[in-house]
């Protein structure tokens, strides 16, 4: 049922998506999904809330397979801001949770998720290369903000930019957020 409703969302948007159509997709009746799920916010929620942990997940696993005291800072920071673009930014979980944002409705795990969950991670790992001497940030919070202001923030701000002028955005915020906390 999550299946078929995260695809007819994607496909037809909150609004055209009917509780019908996704009983339809799941081979189900549309008694079972309202036994499950309550109505269609709470279907909806359910999936937002798949797709915020899936992007929570793969921006985890990023940092810590990239966000490494062992690795040149420049090189790190370029390589984990390309891969969580890539992975999650373009990725279907991003354009459900941008759904979400999008209409105005609220999932209260979601938003806990989104406005804490990433920059959390990223703090994490920015204290640990303060620790480690590779960055000087005494607040890894803000320097978290400001690194997600000078690469992610830019490019969703710059609509219409190719993959060559974003990648460049990502360069040149990269070697702003270097030049201001490298150690």
């Not at 303060?130 to 969703?156: E, K, M, N, Q, S």
């Not at 990502?170 to 702003?176: E, K, Q, S």
Request: without cysteine; hydrophobic residues 50%; glycine residues 6%.
């Amino acid at each position: 049922m999550l299946a078929a409703a995260r695809d007819l969302f994607l496909a037809d948007g909150y609004d055209r998506t009917s509780v019908d159509a996704v009983a339809a997709r799941a081979g189900v009746s549309k008694r079972t999904v309202y036994d499950h799920f309550t109505d269609k916010d709470g279907l909806f929620g359910v999936v937002v809330e798949q797709a915020s942990s899936a992007l929570l997940a793969a921006v985890e696993q990023a940092a810590d397979e990239e966000l490494r005291t062992d690795r040149d800072l420049t090189a790190a920071l370029l390589a984990f801001t390309r891969r969580v673009a890539t992975q999650t930014l373009r990725s279907s979980d991003y354009a459900v949770v941008k759904m979400l944002l999008e209409s105005g409705r609220t999932v209260p795990a979601v938003g806990r998720q989104l406005a804490d969950g990433p920059e959390r991670l990223i703090a994490a790992r920015f204290a640990d290369l303060a620790a480690a001497g590779i960055i000087v940030a005494p607040d890894p919070h803000r320097a978290a903000d400001h690194y997600a202001a000078l690469t992610f923030l830019l490019a969703l701000n710059s609509p219409g930019l190719d993959d060559a002028a974003v990648d460049q955005l990502f360069v040149d915020g990269v070697d702003a957020f270097v030049r201001a906390y490298g150690g």
